[in-house]
């Protein structure tokens, strides 16, 4: 049985991140690891990358290198090709120059974002057009290519370990093609210290941390679909998703009033703006049950609709 008017606060919480209130003592009570250091340098190809608080420190960080003046545009790419973009990313943008959805004689930068963990397909071809590229990977630390370079197509590569670990604060800015980057970490001690262990422990857990988000995901899609929704992309062997990401296929009528009714049930969620889908947590600290409340969540709307 799940509550459904509960008092307000008494509200569960469900974040896209897997990040709960648990984790706090959690992390405080981690030894001091530095496993994710070695870990990182591997994954890079011992390419040069520092710790930032965030992946939005990463991306201004990354485009200060450029000298862009405020005429020049950078050309967001994505991959679904929606014109969805998170105001991280743009908000970003904008205190250097302008920014574009499509390719132009003005642009000086192409920022291709990897969305929801899924790679964007068009990278050689991108390539080709010899413009510097940065790489949003912030929903992409476990996914790859067919190509097994994701992240290393780039001049830089941006970062943020939150979206794949149960931890507050980080993101990573990493360097390729010997551009520069800041000679320390853009961070204090005390809140290097806390990266380091806080996913120094899980990135030892990896295969049980990515099983437990597989298991999560085909369940999830097999209660949704159930309902009619699908997955909104072909999630394959190398595709680790940062969220449940859906095709409405016009079964919910007003995907604005479901994001109103799965906020006030304590779930983070978004429209897809510009298709008709929506998406909502999936992540290795998400049980069944958990699962069970936002798929609960969403028949209760569907029989008051």
Known sequence: MFIVNPDPYLLPTFRISPFATSFL????NLPIDHFADSYLDNKFDNKPWVYTI?????????LQNYNLAPTDVVTILTTSGNKYISSCVTNSIEKFCKWNREISADTKI?????EFG????????VLALNIPIIED???????QDENNKLGKYGDYTIYSLPKFFPIQVGGILVANNNKPLPSTDLINDEEKQYIQKVISFHLQQEKKLLAKRNDNFKYAINKFSSLGFTPRFETKATTVPS????????????????KI????????????????AFFIPNHQSLSYANIDYLF?????????Q
């Open 110 to 114: 192409i920022f291709i974002n990897h």
């Open 25 to 28: 003592s959690e992390n405080e």
């Open 243 to 258: 969220v449940l990401l859906l095709n409405n296929n016009a079964i919910v009528k007003d995907l604005n009033a479901l």
């Open 137 to 143: 990977c912030c929903t992409t630390f476990f996914s």
């Open 54 to 62: 965030s992946g939005r420190q990463a991306i201004v960080q990354a």
């Open 296 to 304: 609960n969540c969403l028949v209760q709307f569907l029989k008051n």
């Open 118 to 125: 899924y790679p964007f397909q068009q990278m050689e071809e």
């Open 261 to 276: 009714h799965f906020n006030k049930y304590g779930i983070q969620n978004s429209v897809f703006y510009g298709e008709d």
